[in-house]
């Protein structure tokens, strides 16, 4: 049976311990079984919306996101305290022209079909690109961004060669053998690395992407770590199959392939999905909830990252999983999204 307590040294060590995790191998097989299981006990289902939170959440970090927006009025309004009304000044002008550049792609299309295939609604997946776009950065710059412009060729052979260190060296190697899902396998990695298990990950960041002095960790119009792309390659090549989809499975040691995938719109919102299937079950059978009916939740899970320490730490302080400030304003503007797709003529 599934003993959720013997995952407390993997939440506690992972990123305070120089040391070496030394969870046994069998763990990651045991997550994996649970994970690919239906669902054998009843989970609380989250409501939709902020649970009547009427100001929005985390404001300092808010105004750290908000530099990449702010000008004239929305400056003073945040200068002054009032975030909220920041917040809900940048949607009414933000989310419209978001929106209207993601159906001229096609990319509201993609995101219904692509909501069909991993059995999620759509604001799972507009929701996390509305964020992102709307705080930190700019949709039609995202849209027409190339890696080409950012990376060479010894710059993706450098990364490659990192991730493979990273993989192969002893602590790890295991890990990369088990037969179990790329989600699995990643979380092993995290926590048994010495690179990534070292107290925190922005060490490896930092080291990981300053090639060139190119790197700033994320891209693209999902703004993603690409190093996180292959932990849902497999799950992405599965579940894209009904759609007719051809979607080929790459190595952890090719940083190249993700990069691209990135930097293709229509093609990395099916990484998108994938992850907000991966958090909505993740908290169903970590933390017995159901998040599936709030994108504001998956939102934040996509912004912060970490989604199975934190759906399993919410098992130990108990209560409902909380958004942030990202995930509060998808949810303060779900309605309207919603509306401009029933309403509008979504292209193909």
């Not at 930092?206 to 994320?218: H, M």
């Not at 599965?238 to 759609?243: G, H, I, P, V, Y």
Request: charged share 20%.
């Amino acid at each position: 049976m599934f003993k959720t307590h013997r995952l407390l040294p993997l939440v506690l060590f992972t990123f305070t311990s120089t040391a070496t995790i030394a969870a046994p191998l069998s763990l990651y097989t045991e997550l994996d079984q649970k994970f690919n299981q239906a669902e054998s006990q009843k989970v609380r289902v989250i409501p939709k919306g902020n649970a009547g939170m009427t100001e929005i959440p985390e404001v300092a970090r808010l105004r750290v996101y908000s530099r990449a927006v702010l000008n004239g009025e929305w400056e003073a309004l945040l200068k002054s305290g009032r975030e909220t009304e920041f917040a809900l000044t940048l949607g009414k002008n933000k989310i419209p022209k978001i929106l209207d550049a993601l159906n001229e792609q096609g990319l509201i299309a993609e995101s219904i079909r692509l909501g069909k295939a991993f059995n999620i609604h759509p604001m799972h997946i507009l929701g996390p690109i509305i964020g992102e776009n709307s705080f930190n950065g700019a949709i039609d710059q995202t849209i027409q961004d190339s890696f080409a412009k950012m990376f060479n060729e010894s710059d993706f052979k450098t990364m490659s060669a990192r991730m493979k260190m990273i993989s192969e060296e002893p602590a790890t190697a295991g890990c990369m053998s088990l037969n179990i899902s790329n989600y699995w396998k990643w979380r092993c990695i995290l926590h048994k690395s010495g690179y990534l298990a070292n107290g925190s990950n922005r060490d490896f960041i930092f080291w990981f992407y300053q090639i060139s002095n190119k790197g700033q960790g994320t891209f693209g119009l999902g703004q993603i770590q690409p190093f996180l792309l292959w932990s849902v390659n497999d799950l992405v090549v599965e579940k894209t199959k009904a759609l007719g989809y051809s979607y080929k499975k790459f190595n952890l040691t090719d940083m190249k392939t993700p990069f691209q995938v990135i930097f293709n719109n229509k093609e990395m919102l099916a990484y998108i999905a994938a992850m907000a299937h991966v958090s909505i079950n993740v908290y169903k059978q970590i933390a017995q909830v159901d998040i599936s009916k709030n994108p504001g939740l998956t939102t934040t899970l996509y912004n912060l990252g970490d989604e199975y320490q934190r759906a399993y730490m919410s098992t130990v302080r108990g209560g409902d999983p909380q958004v942030n400030f990202m995930g509060w304003y998808v949810n303060r503007f779900e309605d309207s999204i919603n509306n401009y797709l029933k309403n509008t003529e979504i292209k193909n």
